[in-house]
């Protein structure tokens, strides 16, 4: 299930014995565990295990095992669990403790718990849909006594690369800066402040608009960033080579495992790679990389060959 599903799956309480709790968004996978305590009831030093790299399979059954005390439930979450043979827990699924709730907790699903997936419901706590998190800006912004317009709340996911956590911090920011009022555009470009790759994102933009001009001023604010020439160098060859790998392959479900990215960086991918053809991705490759060999060769400084490379990529 999505995780904006589980709320309403566990005021059901119709419980599933054992879930996995995984996805990238670290925002999201807190909430959820937060979720999943909170079915301890009032009493959680009796009803809460919470085991840590366990010793054994046979460590989280006999947790799974006990009994709850003045409740009706038990939970049991487990982190770190990579290392042990869970062989025994498809054993254990056979026949569950009916008042236990098992929980499994990764980012990504580790090779042992594999055979298990089937057994297990899964909460997935990706990235959400932009929607979805515009919705939720909405919502907690009134909370916080503010509002904030369509373009603004569009501008904070861009400049947060829809990471939550981070959402969720520069909008109790803006709050506090515009409380009984309305947060705009330009409070978001004064306050918050974009990920590196969001700004790689838009030098790309500028690139494929061919606009010199806001290509020049965000190439600008990437130097200011504190970050070397040619470690730029190297982030815009990384975007753009990923942007030309998703341009000339067929969607897979492991895109982002192989490309060693996230799924929302892959999703952005194919966004931005339809602005250009696979010809002109490939020239703008071989710029940056015959860059990067022209620094480290000496014929050039590093700041000249990186604003040699931008030039380069406008002109392709």
Request: aromatic share 8%.
């Amino acid at each position: 299930m999505l995780f904006n599903e589980l709320k309403k799956h566990l005021k059901s309480s119709d419980f599933a014995p054992a879930y996995l709790v995984t996805g990238e968004d670290a925002f999201l996978m807190q909430s959820a565990i937060s979720q999943f305590r909170a079915l301890s009831g009032s009493m959680p030093d009796f009803n809460l295990s919470e085991m840590n790299n366990p010793e054994s399979c046979d460590a989280i059954i006999e947790s799974c095992e006990c009994l709850p005390l003045a409740s009706n439930l038990r939970v049991v979450m487990v982190y770190g669990y990579g290392k042990i043979d869970l062989s025994k827990i498809g054993k254990y699924l056979d026949n569950p403790c009916p008042t236990t709730v098992l929980v499994f907790v990764s980012e990504k699903p580790e090779n042992n718990i594999s055979k298990l997936l089937a057994r297990l419901t899964i909460v997935d706590c990706s990235k959400l849909d932009r929607r979805t998190v515009t919705q939720w800006i909405a919502v907690k912004t009134k909370e916080y006594g503010a509002s904030i317009t369509g373009s603004a709340a569009d501008l904070l996911i861009e400049y947060c690369a829809g990471d939550m956590s981070r959402v969720s911090a520069e909008l109790g920011k803006l709050c506090s800066y515009r409380y009984g009022g309305v947060i705009n555009d330009d409070d978001v470009m004064q306050l918050v402040s974009p990920t590196l790759d969001f700004k790689v994102f838009a030098l790309s933009e500028a690139v494929s608009a061919k606009n010199a001009g806001k290509a020049s001023v965000v190439l600008k604010n990437l130097s200011e960033s504190g970050v070397s020439p040619v470690m730029l160098i190297g982030m815009l060859y990384a975007h753009f080579r990923r942007l030309l790998y998703v341009s000339v392959t067929p969607a897979y479900d492991r895109m982002a495992i192989d490309l060693g990215v996230k799924d929302y960086a892959v999703k952005k991918a194919k966004e931005q790679s339809a602005r250009f053809t696979p010809v002109k991705l490939k020239k703008i490759c071989d710029s940056l990389q015959r860059a990067d060999y022209d620094i480290k060769s000496g014929k050039i400084t590093d700041k000249n060959a990186l604003e040699l490379s931008v030039f380069e990529a406008l002109t392709v």
